[in-house]
Nanobody
Framework: QVQLVESGGGSVQAGGSLRLSCAAS????????MAWFRQAPGKGREGVAR????????YYSDSVKGRFTISQDNTNNTLYLQMNSLKPEDTAMYCC??????????????????WGQGTQVTVSS
C-alpha cells in the first residue's frame, strides 16, 4: 500500500502562487508515475501534471502548461506542485495520486489507484 497526504492549499488572489506538497509513505518504490489531479464543483476530475519518478520527466495538461511545475524530492518522498499565475478557473480540490493500485482514474495510459485526501485551492478574482 501507498499512503499520500497533501498540504499547502488555501485561498489566493488571481495572479498569485501556491505550492502544494504530497508526502508519500509505504511501498513508494512500486510507484513509477505520480500525478496531480483536480476537481472543481460540478466538473469532472482533470489530470493536470504527472511525473515519471525514475527520471523526472514531466507532462502537463494544456490548461496549466507554463504556469504549474511538478517536482519531486526523492530523499523525503515528497511530490510538489508549484502553481504560479493562478486564475479563478484553477479553483478546485487538488489531489495527488500514484500509479498502480486498483480503481482510481486513468490518465495518459496509466491507472492511478493511490490517492490522497485532497487539498482545496481557491482563487479569487
Amino acid at each position: 500500500q501507498v499512503q499520500l497526504v497533501e498540504s499547502g492549499g488555501g485561498s489566493v488572489q488571481a495572479g498569485g502562487s501556491l505550492r502544494l506538497s504530497c508526502a508519500a509513505s509505504g511501498y513508494t518504490h512500486i510507484v513509477y508515475y505520480m500525478a496531480w489531479f483536480r476537481q472543481a464543483p460540478g466538473k469532472g476530475r482533470e489530470g493536470v501534471a504527472r511525473i515519471y519518478t525514475r527520471v523526472g520527466s514531466t507532462y502537463y495538461s494544456d490548461s496549466v502548461k507554463g504556469r504549474f511545475t511538478i517536482s519531486q524530492d526523492n530523499t523525503n518522498n515528497t511530490l510538489y506542485l508549484q502553481m504560479n499565475s493562478l486564475k479563478p478557473e484553477d479553483t478546485a480540490m487538488y489531489c495527488c495520486a500514484g500509479e498502480g493500485g486498483t480503481g482510481g482514474a486513468w490518465w495518459g495510459g496509466f491507472r492511478f489507484g493511490y490517492w490522497g485526501q485532497g487539498t482545496q485551492v481557491t482563487v479569487s478574482s
